[in-house]
């Protein structure tokens, strides 16, 4: 029997920095099998930089990835830190005329973070390739994520071919196979990507991720840069292939009536850091965060006279939060449903849901 809260992926700590740019900043949340989970935000929040690290397209700077219990991407600018910190500590030690107990201390720690280091570039430079193939991307823009050049066929089938598969006949059994879960059909696979639609293209990509039969799919934004009516048959056939297949997915958009629609859990970002996580029901229903009350007012409703009233909550962190004398983590208030607060914004997010 399944167990339902089994985790397949974990997300420990997650840093990914570009230069002095902090893209995720401390970000950490498990993926049970099973389920989508919904990552949300506005453009520039880290979301997208989250699933590309996760599937190594990114050498992440600080944090673990683990998938099936294997860590398969980790970074050490954690490590650095603590033990240029350590170093700093013992300069102080010795100039205080410190005990060598502390010293020695210190120093057992230096150990001991190298050794972690050297533990955490072993594992991301010798994961397993099979590992990582069971996790899958489909791309936002489905335009620039197919190569103009190749034709449909090789597109779907240059995974497998990377992955050693030679036999001609099995190959394009599997490309037509693919093409017709996806709702395609065999005709289109000595195609070129310019001769598609969007919402078509989008499907390529799908089967494309499909293919090397993955245990969990990154989806990024897949939807957004479609027309409404094809959004909702990309989302069904995403909903087909969850059963079908029994799929995790990662689900990432910025449209909140969809991720509403397709998760069952849901972390909200914002500026590189996950602001709230909770069930998808209890997140709309008793939303903490200001920023998350800020994107729920922001979905519009086909009803004319709620869109009159309809008042849009605005964000301002300055203005939201004093984290001067405290600063914030992730806290749990209620089982399942965490927030990034500090202590007496804890107090208060409890009072709120008593």
Request: aromatic share 8%; hydrophobic share 40%; charged share 30%.
């Amino acid at each position: 029997m399944e167990n339902k809260n089994e985790v397949l992926l974990e997300v420990k700590n997650l840093c990914q920095y570009f230069k002095i740019n902090k893209a995720v900043d401390d970000v950490s949340f498990a993926v049970k099998k099973g389920e989508v989970f919904g990552l949300v935000g506005e453009s520039g929040c880290g979301k997208t930089t989250t699933g590309r690290s996760i599937i190594r397209l990114y050498d992440i700077t600080s944090g673990d990835v683990y998938f099936k219990g294997t860590r398969i991407a980790a970074g050490t600018k954690s490590y650095k830190d603590a033990i240029a910190k350590a170093k700093a500590d013992i300069k102080q030690l010795k100039a205080s005329g410190a005990s060598a107990a502390e010293i020695d201390e210190k120093n057992k720690f230096i150990a001991d973070q190298k050794a972690a280091m050297a533990a955490a570039i072993h594992d991301h430079k010798h994961c397993p390739k099979d590992l990582v193939t069971k996790i899958q991307m489909i791309f936002q823009d489905p335009i620039a994520s197919l190569d103009p050049r190749m034709t449909v066929r090789d597109i779907i089938a240059e995974g497998l071919i990377i992955n050693g598969m030679k036999d001609k006949k099995e190959i394009d059994e599997k490309v037509f196979k693919m093409l017709e879960m996806v709702g395609l059909v065999k005709e289109h696979a000595s195609r070129y990507p310019h001769e598609f639609s969007g919402g078509q293209k989008q499907r390529i990509g799908v089967a494309r991720a499909i293919i090397m039969e993955p245990e969990i799919i990154i989806a990024d934004e897949p939807v957004s840069a479609l027309d409404v009516s094809i959004q909702a048959q990309v989302i069904n056939l995403l909903n087909d292939l969850r059963r079908e297949l029994g799929l995790t997915i990662l689900f990432i958009a910025h449209d909140l009536s969809v991720v509403k629609y397709f998760s069952d859990r849901i972390g909200v970002m914002y500026f590189g850091k996950m602001v709230e996580l909770a069930d998808a029901d209890e997140l709309f229903k008793n939303p903490l965060h200001p920023y998350t009350k800020s994107l729920l007012s922001a979905i519009p409703l086909p009803d004319p006279q709620y869109e009159k009233q309809r008042k849009r909550i605005k964000y301002d962190p300055l203005e939201s939060h004093d984290y001067s004398e405290e600063g914030p983590t992730l806290r749990e208030i209620t089982p399942g449903h965490f927030v990034y607060c500090n202590t007496a914004e804890f107090e208060k997010y409890k009072s709120e849901l008593k």
